[in-house]
Nanobody
Framework: VQLVESGGASVQAGGSLRLSCVAS????????MGWFRQIPDKEREGVAA????????AYADSVKGRFTISKGSAKDDLFLEMTTLKPEDSATYYC????????????????????WGQGTQVTVS
């Protein structure tokens, strides 16, 4: 599975962005899909996760109520709607996929995801 993110940009605090992730090479049906973010010299941080075989979602406390992860109608795409952006949301955002079972997807860690995109930069000032 190849994952390609897009949608990163520079925005002002309080603004919104929508990140997209498109999968190719195989369907991501029944995959645990997640968004992670990373800033230099820091560990990759889980932002949100959803299992494509169900509607259970999970969010980091820092983004609850502001970010929404969703699956596309095409089933091979994934989105992250980000609102009320803050400077501390600035990071490279990565889309990730793996075969973690649905009931464990909400607690999956970075090492549980076997497929990663190249990242898209979000800068909030």
């Amino acid at each position: 599975v190849q994952l390609v993110e897009s949608g990163g940009a520079s925005v002002q605090a309080g603004g919104s962005l929508r990140l997209s992730c498109v999968a190719s090479g195989d369907t991501i049906d029944r995959y645990c899909m997640g968004w992670f973010r990373q800033i230099p010299d820091k560990e990759r941080e889980g932002v949100a996760a959803v299992h494509t075989g169900g509607d259970i979602t999970a969010y980091a406390d820092s983004v609850k109520g502001r970010f929404t992860i969703s699956k596309g109608s095409a089933k091979d795409d994934l989105f992250l709607e980000m609102t009320t952006l803050k400077p501390e949301d600035s990071a490279t955002y990565y889309c990730a996929g793996g075969r973690t079972p649905r009931q464990l997807c909400s607690s999956a860690l970075a090492q549980d995801f076997g497929y990663w995109g190249q990242g898209t930069q979000v800068t909030v000032s």
